[in-house]
Nanobody, 122 residues
Framework: VQLQACGGGLVQAGDSLRLSCAAS???????FGWFRQAPGKERDFVAY????????YFGNSVRGRLTISRDNTKNTVYLQMNNLKPEDTADYYC?????????????????WGQGTLVTVSS
């Protein structure tokens, strides 16, 4: 499956953004994760949604401000980000795999999209 992430941009602190991850094929058999990478830092886990949408996990730094959802009819996964902070500035990547044993681990995902840049000004 090929993934295309989009929706990033330049916003002010406190604003909201919705990122989208569009898949080239049917998404019903995949679990999805979002990761982010700030300049000079490692790529960190942000959010996860299971194949059936029941299980959702979030990184400690974003819990309570982000939601993740999926629309399998549109083959798209969304990351709604609210109350953005300057420390949220990063490239955001979506990832997918059929079986995800550790949602927070980069190695659990075989398929990755290109990053979409989110910049939050103070």
């Amino acid at each position: 499956v090929q993934l295309q992430a989009c929706g990033g941009g330049l916003v002010q602190a406190g604003d909201s953004l919705r990122l989208s991850c569009a898949a080239s094929g049917s998404t019903g058999s995949y679990s999805f994760g979002w990761f982010r990478q700030a300049p000079g830092k490692e790529r960190d886990f942000v959010a996860y949604i299971s194949r059936n949408g029941v299980s959702r996990y979030f990184g400690n730094s974003v819990r309570g401000r982000l939601t993740i959802s999926r629309d399998n009819t549109k083959n798209t996964v969304y990351l709604q980000m609210n109350n953005l902070k300057p420390e949220d500035t990063a490239d955001y990547y979506c990832a997918a795999d059929n079986i995800v044993l550790d949602a927070t681990s980069r190695s659990a995902y075989s398929y990755w999209g290109q990053g979409t840049l989110v910049t939050v000004s103070s």
